[in-house]
Every structure is written in C-alpha cells, then in structure tokens.
C-alpha cells in the first residue's frame, strides 16, 4: 500500500530555533500533501495544502511566515517551524493524497512531536 | 459543503463486546467514504473505505456500510479487543478531510 514517513520523529528545541519537518510519500507521487497539527485529546486541525511547484494555502488563522511549506518534489514536502515558542509544542501529521483506481484516498505519516523549550 | 458528524467519544467496552460508532455524513452526489484510526502516539491509519453506495468496507475485524437512504457510515466490530483502544476518525467526503474530534474507544480486560 501507500506509505507515508515522516522525519523526524520527535523533536526538542530551544524557542527561537528553528525545526524542519520532512514528509515523503515512500511508494508513490504525490501532487498534494497536507499538514495537521493536533493538541493532546484533541482532533486534527488542518494548517495547509502543500502543492508541488507552488505555493502552499493556508487554512485561516495559519502564520504561513511561521509555518514555512516547501513541496519541492513530488514526494517530499518540509514543514519549517521558525522561531519556535512553547506554545508551538504539538503533535504534526503530514499526508498525501493518492490516485488509484479513480480512487482518491489520504494516507498520513506517523506524526512529528515537537516540544520546545 | 460536504461534512461528517460523528458520535462523540469517549466510549468504554469490555472486551469482546459489540462496538458500534455512528457517523452521518452530508455530501453532495456519492463520494468515496474513509475511516480512519489513530493508536496512541501514533499517526492516522486508514482503516476501511467505500466507494459507492451499499459498499462495505471491511478491515481487522472492523465493517462500515455505505448506506445511501440514512447517509451513514457507522463503524462496527462483533468482538473488540484490548489492541482496538484507539481514536477512531470518520472522515468527511472529498475536500482537504477536515476532521472532526473522532472517537475514542477504550477496552477494558
């Protein structure tokens, strides 16, 4: 099946540093790939759709000058946290979409966890 | 615009007891459905989907018709296991899947 990876797995920074999180798509091409971010107990909120080639949108409420999206290749797409605060601490899930047999279906990384100090 | 609603967690079983865990959707047309599950620390799985109306998916023991004439996608499981504690999530058709709280389901011994 699909497979979505995520690096790294989890991270510990200083605040005001800055933390790139990769997301690849393993076994396929993905045009669109998505970032959520969740709080404990909590659901996924989507931040932005990441389009290879272009730029990223941005769901409202969404910093895209905190939250830097790059969609360089059809299989990675970078989450670039910068200056990072406390308050930045979550759980970050990336997915993609995948085409197959005119069936569009998202497939999610394992999620990056973030803290910051 | 296309949307879910799903029923709110948390929900407590023993084990091998029946789950259930309804979800509704609104949509326009008849687009694929998804559920997906999220174990502790984890990511989003998918878990089953459905392309058209009557479809059942089906994984790990986990069933969800398509049914067209109520718009629902309930999630069910004869015989839960400690292992199924988990979120689970009923996503809504097409678009960027908003997400709603999911599930939780937690199994006891």
């Known amino acids: 099946g699909a497979v979505v990876s995520q690096h790294p797995s989890w991270v510990i920074c200083k605040s005001g540093t800055s933390v790139k999180i990769e997301c690849r798509s393993l076994?396929?091409?993905?045009?669109?790939m998505f970032w959520y971010r969740q709080f404990p107990k909590q659901s996924l909120m989507l931040m932005a759709t990441?389009?290879?080639?272009?730029?990223?949108?941005?769901e409202q409420g969404v910093e895209k000058d905190k939250f830097l999206i790059n969609h360089a290749s059809l299989t990675l797409s970078t989450l670039t946290v910068t200056s990072a605060h406390p308050e930045d601490s979550s759980f970050y899930i990336c997915?993609?979409?995948?085409?197959?047999?005119?069936?569009?279906?998202?497939?999610f990384g394992p999620g990056t966890r973030l803290l910051v100090l | 615009g296309d949307s879910v609603t799903q029923m709110e967690g948390p929900v407590t079983l023993s084990e091998e007891a029946f789950l259930t865990i309804n979800c509704t959707y609104t949509?326009?047309?008849?687009?694929?459905l998804f559920w997906y599950v999220q174990y502790p620390g984890e990511g989003l799985q998918l878990l089953l989907k459905a392309t058209k109306a009557d479809d059942k998916g089906s994984n790990k023991g986990f069933e969800a018709t398509y049914r067209k004439e109520t718009t629902s996608f309930h999630l069910e499981k004869g015989s839960v296991q400690v292992s199924d504690s988990a979120v689970y999530f009923c996503?809504?058709?097409?678009?960027?899947?908003?997400f709603g709280q999911g599930t939780e389901l937690s199994v006891k011994p």
């Open positions: 076994d396929f091409q993905a045009t669109t």
């Open positions: 997915s993609a979409s995948y085409l197959a047999g005119g069936l569009k279906t998202q497939y």
């Open positions: 996503a809504p058709p097409r678009g960027k899947l908003i």
């Open positions: 949509a326009t047309g008849y687009p694929s």
């Open positions: 990441s389009n290879e080639g272009s730029k990223a949108t941005y």
